[in-house]
């Protein structure tokens, strides 16, 4: 076991960081109260290599480990999710899905501008009756022989108006069950695609987040990800390893909120002294500050056994899992140990609680989570 970052990893760490703070932090308050989203601060994101991290370089991409990825993720997401997810899905669902499965003309014509952030990209898993019951597609891709007609609605899509590639999950053979799924990309323009409207969160307000219709729309078989039926399979696979990037989001969100707590604990004084002196402000801090580095290793772990092409399931649901409660718990703390101020939106921590919630949803919920790591011990 080595627990020291490479140099590499710490010049990826500290750039995040920089960016974080002076791309990212002016207007941020700003955009969630706008939900406004960050689509300048997106394309430097995509300049700086953040939207492609593990992408081989023939294709764009940075070439980077996981741990990096974890290490931008954390940076990144201490000060804005909203942002932060965007660079999960595209990394982590979109790029990794079509670099993994996708067919060496797919990743000429769609991984290279995906990974340097030309284009963004969406996953389209979720629909109205299909959450966590990922099996229950009603939006259908009928067989036409050189293409497919796609029909049907998804909801909750992050990227949904920004992204111009779209990985679409369809049934083509509902007799099959998740063997007649199809996983299609589907291209911003086509005909009969229609973006719907945004949604109205409570966190992540920033995040681009849209209902999307398919209504007859041509998508060309040589758009299909794999081979007929594929398509369940390849969401299944794809989201074992966007959990990664999820729990790399809840930890940065919680170690944001934690780093905001300290300092201002050592700022605000109560009974003649700053409340970092009192026994139950300290006890909050040490809680906060050994679940952080918990939900970290975690993480790491994860992240390390993808790198090393070994089963990451189980860790990857653990990381999300464990890291989630984390930043929820953390931010609720954050938000305690500023009292009043907490809950006041320029001290940032409120804003930090919010966006913590969806990351017990998104990406499989945390019970589901709880299903995967179940059924990993009891194999």
């Known amino acids: 076991m080595n627990f020291e970052l490479t140099e590499?990893?710490?010049?990826?760490?500290?750039?995040?960081?920089?960016?974080?703070?002076?791309?990212?932090?002016?207007g941020v308050i700003e955009r969630d109260e706008t939900q406004t989203f960050p689509i300048e601060q997106v394309k430097k994101m995509g300049e700086l290599g953040f939207l492609g991290m593990m992408v081989d370089p023939k294709y764009n991409g940075g070439g980077m480990d996981s741990i990096s990825y974890v290490l931008a993720m954390e940076e990144i997401s201490k000060i804005d999710a909203s942002a932060s997810v965007c660079m999960s899905v595209n990394n982590s669902l979109v790029c990794w899905g079509i670099e993994k499965y996708g067919t060496e003309e797919q990743k000429e014509k769609y991984l290279k501008p995906l990974a340097t952030g030309e284009k963004i990209g969406a996953f389209c898993l979720s629909e109205p009756e299909a959450g966590s019951d990922a099996t229950s597609q009603r939006t259908t891709a009928e067989d036409k022989g050189d293409y497919y007609l796609l029909n049907g609605t998804k909801n909750w899509i992050t990227n949904g108006n920004t992204a111009s590639v779209y990985l679409v999950i369809a049934q083509t053979d509902r007799e099959k069950g998740h063997k007649g799924i199809n996983c299609l990309i589907v291209e911003k323009g086509m005909e009969g695609f229609v973006v719907g409207k945004k949604e109205n969160k409570l966190g992540i307000r920033g995040s681009d987040t849209h209902s999307l219709m398919f209504t007859d729309v041509k998508v060309p078989k040589e758009n299909r990800i794999g081979e007929d039926g594929f398509g369940f399979k390849f969401a299944m696979s794809t989201l074992n390893g966007g959990?990664?990037?999820?729990?790399?989001?809840?930890?940065?969100i919680a170690s944001g909120a934690y780093e905001l707590a300290l300092a201002y604990s050592k700022e605000r004084k109560a009974f003649g002294k700053p409340i970092s002196q009192h026994q139950a402000i300290q006890f909050k801090l040490a809680d906060m500050?050994?679940?952080?580095?918990?939900?970290?290793?975690l993480?790491?772990?994860a992240a390390h056994l993808k790198d090393q092409k070994k089963d990451f399931g189980k860790a990857g649901a653990m990381a999300k899992l464990f890291a989630s409660k984390v930043a929820m718990d953390t931010t609720v703390e954050a938000v305690q140990i500023h009292g009043g101020y907490g809950y006041v939106k320029e001290y940032?921590?409120?804003?930090l609680m919010r966006d913590a919630k969806i990351t017990q949803i998104y990406?499989?919920?945390?019970?589901?989570?709880?299903?995967?790591?179940?059924?990993?011990l009891l194999k």
Do not use: D, M, N
């Open 299 to 301: 993480c790491f772990k």
């Open 8 to 26: 590499e990893q710490l010049a990826v760490q500290q750039a995040a960081r920089e960016f974080a703070q002076t791309e990212l932090l002016p």
């Open 243 to 252: 959990r990664i990037g999820i729990a790399s989001q809840a930890l940065g």
């Open 348 to 351: 940032h921590v409120e804003r």
């Open 363 to 376: 990406e499989g919920t945390s019970e589901i989570q709880k299903i995967v790591i179940s059924r990993e």
């Open 289 to 297: 500050a050994t679940e952080i580095e918990a939900a970290r290793l």
